[in-house]
């Protein structure tokens, strides 16, 4: 998978994507993340991208040409599948969203700043808009980094554990059980039983039912969605 992301601060960006199973993802050839820095495609002086809103009003917008630019700039070279749009106004996002994005090839983000981007870009560009929850963050690429780590852990082959991905809390809209490891007394404190067995089938049964209980304790929400 291809994901290429336009924002005024490629800098931000390169630690999260350097390190545990997303860098894997790049190492091992199956994603490949392009960093666009948005000044180099502005064609105003001092390489301004953003400017007042018309209306007035408190906040800079980023302006339709710079990004424009670099949307057709990249478009030369690669379709999208999707051109997303980092903002609070969006779908918020979710383990199904992630699924269905992490089937795509080629993925475009666009990080918003300060009050936004201007509107002519979202209505002619943007073929979809995400959120990463209902607060307010600086900018969007904290949430394209959330987004992307998301969608990359799922990509085939990523993780070592075929099956770990699928045994994730959210991906059967139930949270995940409780984990343990070395050692089994701790201050006192033992490890259930159940998990030192070695019966595969009733250890699966136990976390089913940790997991049931969880849910119902912690998010029952959760369970009012369940297929
Ligand atoms: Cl995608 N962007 C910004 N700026 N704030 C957010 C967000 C996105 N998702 C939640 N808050």
Not at 24 to 43: E, F, H, M, Q, W
Not at 189 to 217: A, F, Y
């Amino acid at each position: 998978m291809q994901i290429d992301i336009i924002t005024v601060l490629p800098d931000l960006l390169v630690s999260p994507f350097s390190h545990s199973i997303i860098k894997r993802a790049k190492d091992k050839g199956l994603l490949s993340i392009n960093l666009v820095n948005l000044r180099d495609y502005t064609p105003y002086a001092r390489a301004q991208i953003d400017d007042y809103s018309f209306g007035g009003g408190a906040g800079m917008v980023l302006m339709a040409e710079p990004l424009v630019n670099a949307i057709e700039s990249l478009q030369k070279k690669i379709t999208y599948d999707d051109i997303i749009y980092l903002t609070p106004d969006g779908k918020t996002l979710n383990q199904q969203v992630a699924n269905n994005l992490s089937l795509k090839k080629n993925l475009l983000m666009i990080c918003g700043h300060y009050k936004g981007i201007d509107q002519r870009v979202r209505d002619h560009f943007v073929t979809c808009e995400i959120s990463i929850g209902d607060y307010v963050l600086s900018g969007g690429e904290l949430a394209a980094a959330v987004l992307t780590d998301a969608i990359g852990r799922l990509l085939p082959g990523v993780l070592n554990d075929e099956s770990s991905a699928l045994t994730d809390s959210f991906q059967d809209h139930l949270l995940a059980p409780p984990v343990y490891t070395r050692p089994e007394n701790f201050r006192g404190w033992k490890v259930p039983p159940v998990l030192l067995s070695g019966n595969h089938k009733l250890i699966e049964d136990w976390r089913e039912e940790q997991s049931v209980q969880r849910t119902q304790q912690l998010r029952p929400d959760l369970l009012k969605n369940k297929p």
